[in-house]
């Protein structure tokens, strides 16, 4: 009878080992998903007055962040992921050949240029888009103006290009993180 009991003692403690070692702290560092980004920010810089405003979009919030751009102005834009408190904008750098961002202005008039250096360039040369220069056209030039900011993950091949309304594409690979801001005057 001692003996079925040290049986099942070894086997708890043996499944337990393997549920331990099987966990998502195994799975490589750079892959990000959904659930591990709680909040995407534009910090928007008008680049004549210097003006910073932030816009904080969270994950599974009831309403979106709008952001206000004003028609014929230039701005600088810096992207910042987080997961609760801790920012992840990091982890997509050091794995930067496996993450590209699509910036779609649906319903704006937008021209984006990616303006990230080095630290967040592909080896294949395209820009994340962690930094960019937003030159507003016209904000509003449609019904229900807004950027749809895609991070993608692990495509076969990425272009900057604008391809419609969108500032980049991407073959294969999964989305990462999706933020949806609104767009007004």
Known sequence: MQTLKNIKYLLIVFFSL?????SRADEDEDVLSQEDISNIILNVKDDVTGIVKTYNYTVNAATNPVI?????????VE???KNGN???TESIISAKDEHFLIFDFQGSQI?????????STRT??????LLTKWNVIKTLNGPNPKLELQLIHDAVSVS???SGSAFGTAE??????????????
């Not at 393997?18 to 099987?22: E, F, H, K």
């Not at 294949?124 to 888009?129: F, H, R, S, V």
């Open 18 to 22: 393997v549920s331990i070692a099987c």
């Open 68 to 76: 206000k751009l004003e028609d014929g102005k230039t701005y600088t």
């Open 79 to 81: 992207a910042i992921f």
């Open 86 to 88: 801790e920012d992840e």
């Open 111 to 119: 021209e984006l240029t990616r303006e990230d250096d080095e630290s």
């Open 124 to 129: 294949d040369g395209n820009k994340l888009g």
């Open 160 to 162: 900057e290009e604008q």
């Open 172 to 185: 294969g690979g999964e989305t990462d993180a999706v933020a949806v801001f609104g767009m007004s005057n």
